[in-house]
């Protein structure tokens, strides 16, 4: 079982910038695919970022180039830095991690608690 704990939330002014952080209960390096999603009330949860069983990354289309998603193996975090934030970017912003099966991210993995990003 994974234990994952989002941080780094809060308000911030259109055109700043927060980093999110996600501290996982294991190593998920080599072991599982690591992503950020959000969703605001009665929306579906998107995807923001990811880092897939191959070590790379994918954005969804909104936010590349504005936010990077890297991992800090020796404190076993996912990080998220939004830079030049929107007001659609406005949601609970929440980490994942996919146990890689045969090379490929499982469909089902473990969820954080989440953590809120406004910005106006």
């Known amino acids: 079982h994974v234990q994952l704990v989002e941080s780094g939330g809060g308000s911030v002014q259109v055109g700043g910038s927060l980093r999110l952080s996600c501290v996982s209960s294991v190593d998920t390096i080599g072991r599982y695919c690591m992503g950020w999603f959000r969703q605001i009330p009665d929306k579906e949860r998107e995807g923001v970022a990811g880092?897939?069983?191959?070590?790379?990354?994918s954005y969804a289309d909104s936010v590349k180039g504005r936010f990077t998603i890297s991992q800090d193996n020796a404190k076993n975090t996912l990080y998220l830095q939004m830079n030049s934030l929107k007001p659609e970017d406005t949601a609970m912003y929440y980490c994942?991690?996919?146990?890689?099966?045969?090379?490929?991210?499982?469909?089902?993995?473990?969820w954080g608690q989440g953590t809120q990003v406004t910005v106006s």
């Open positions: 994942a991690a996919y146990p890689i099966d045969g090379g490929r991210c499982a469909d089902f993995g473990y």
């Open positions: 880092i897939e069983s191959d070590g790379s990354t």
